[in-house]
């Protein structure tokens, strides 16, 4: 019996262990159902793209990686000897997580995290998303700089998709990039969630209203960019 809550956990347990599989689609509120390729979560480090793989080679001292997924970030940065803390609410993930090798994690969403400040917090694979709304990314910052040391960094990717607007005009009621999106797997239905892509000029508007200077470090071709925070002095 699926937990119609966590499908997105089930795929990634079934694939994992080797038990016979389907497709995970993903709902969206823009009219779309999409295929989401199970064995991207378990990527090895080589077949990072060059965002995540730079991403990485910045993180320094200890990193708290957020929205860790079964732990593929973790693990490389473990390979580096930093000391990686993965936080994953799916406890279908943390189980995976645990079986791969991951030394560290919290099954909890990251509001819940309580440990010490880190010197780099991760957020990868359009990872900021998860605050769900350009209204909640305030509050995220605001908590962030509880949870990052002074000279700390937060590193994460977004990415404009003002492109599905093209001849269209945009939701006058809200920001273009909050999407909301839904799994499906074995025809049981996750719950709807939000999700945010944000363009860097908001990004940046954003985040020196909440006291950080922001950078674009990476681009690639397909405008996703790669930014990193640090608190104003």
């Not at 390729?37 to 990527?43: E, M």
């Not at 732990?71 to 993965?86: D, F, I, K, R, T």
Request: proline share 5%; net charge negative.
């Amino acid at each position: 019996m699926l937990q119609p809550s966590d499908v997105y956990g089930q795929a990634l347990n079934d694939f994992f262990y080797g038990r016979p599989t389907e497709e995970l689609w993903v709902h969206t509120s823009y009219g779309t159902r999409e295929e989401m390729p199970v064995d991207w979560f378990f990527r090895e480090p080589e077949d990072f793209p060059t965002l995540e793989q730079y991403a990485l080679s910045l993180c320094r001292g200890t990193v708290l990686d957020i929205g860790a997924g079964v732990g593929s970030h973790v693990l490389a940065l473990q390979e580096n000897g930093l000391q990686a803390l993965a936080v994953e609410q799916s406890l279908f993930a943390c189980e995976i997580m645990e079986a791969r090798g991951v030394k560290q994690y919290l099954a909890a969403p990251y509001e819940e995290y309580e440990g010490p400040p880190v010197d780099t917090m991760l957020l990868l694979m359009n990872g900021i998303g998860l605050v769900g709304s350009l209204s909640k990314l305030s509050r995220f910052l605001e908590w962030a700089k509880k949870f990052i040391q002074p000279e700390g960094q937060l590193l994460f990717d977004s990415s404009d998709i003002s492109y599905l607007f093209d001849g269209k005009p945009q939701p006058k009621d809200y920001y273009y990039g909050e999407v909301q999106f839904q799994y499906e797997y074995r025809e049981q239905y996750g719950e709807w969630f939000s999700w945010l892509y944000i363009d860097f000029d908001t990004l940046w508007q954003a985040s020196r209203q909440s006291g950080w200077e922001v950078q674009r470090i990476y681009e690639d071709e397909t405008q996703q960019y790669l930014a990193r925070l640090t608190r104003v002095s």
